[in-house]
T-cell receptor
Framework: AQSVTQPDIHITVSEGASLELRCNYSYGATPYLFWYVQSPGQGLQLLLKYFSGDTLVQGIKGFEAEFKRSQSSFNLRKPSVHWSDAAEYFCAVGLMDTGRRALTFGSGTRLQVQP | EAGVTQFPSHSVIEKGQTVTLRCDPISGHDNLYWYRRVMGKEIKFLLHFVKESKQDESGMPNNRFLAERTGGTYSTLKVQPAELEDSGVYFC?????????????FGPGTRLLVL
């Protein structure tokens, strides 16, 4: 069965610093890959997604992610973090070859931003 | 365009009681999903509707959970009788197209606490 690992439960960065959130997946084929963000009191908002093509994906709010097949990773990055980026971030995978639409999520990484 | 809405936002009930959660998808979205996040764990898929039909209910934990989507519009998820381990956040999502490369749009979730 597929699985998603976000090894960092909690990360604290200073405002203006760069950010990288890690995501590794376990799946036999190339999955669809997503990053969602949940701010307090809000629903899950899609930051970006990868289906095929260019392995560097640009998203909203200045985020990007790079799909690395050899490492089964889809890490999320931002060059300069803003205080409003404090939230919980979820990596998710969908399965290309099964026809099922269920997303499998990682356990999330909570980001705290220090002034 | 209104997003996915869920009601109630919070619910506190006692073990053995019944609770019904409601989800209104984005207008025109045929696909509707339920997910839940038990405290501290990952978000897990429960089931998927296409219009009023259950397409995939492989994630439903047991027969205490009943999901319906009469008329293919809003959906309800009933838990009867509720148990302590049902506590968590229940998310609803919807998507428009019948293709795998769709984006699921999530609601804010219903936070359920069973005492």
């Amino acid at each position: 069965a597929q699985s998603v690992t976000q090894p960092d439960i909690h990360i604290t960065v200073s405002e203006g610093a760069s950010l990288e959130l890690r995501c590794n997946y376990s799946y036999g084929a190339t999955p669809y890959l997503f990053w969602y963000v949940q701010s307090p009191g809000q629903g899950l908002q899609l930051l970006l997604k990868y289906f095929s093509g260019d392995t560097l994906v640009q998203g909203i709010k200045g985020f990007e992610a790079e799909f690395k097949r050899s490492q089964s990773s889809f890490n999320l990055r931002k060059p300069s973090v803003h205080w409003s980026d404090a939230a919980e971030y979820f990596c998710a995978v969908g399965l290309m070859d099964t026809g099922r639409r269920a997303l499998t999520f990682g356990s999330g990484t909570r980001l705290q931003v220090q002034p | 365009e209104a997003g996915v809405t869920q009601f109630p936002s919070h619910s506190v009930i006692e073990k053995g009681q019944t609770v019904t959660l409601r989800c209104d998808p984005i207008s025109g979205h045929d696909n509707l999903y339920w997910y839940r996040r038990v405290m501290g764990k990952e978000i897990k898929f429960l089931l998927h509707f296409v219009k009023e039909s259950k397409q995939d209910e492989s994630g439903m934990p047991n027969n205490r959970f009943l999901a319906e989507r009469t008329g293919g519009t809003y959906s309800t998820l009933k838990v009867q009788p509720a148990e302590l381990e049902d506590s968590g956040v229940y998310f609803c999502a919807s998507s428009q197209d019948r293709v795998l490369q769709e984006t699921q749009y999530f609601g804010p979730g219903t936070r359920l606490l069973v005492l």
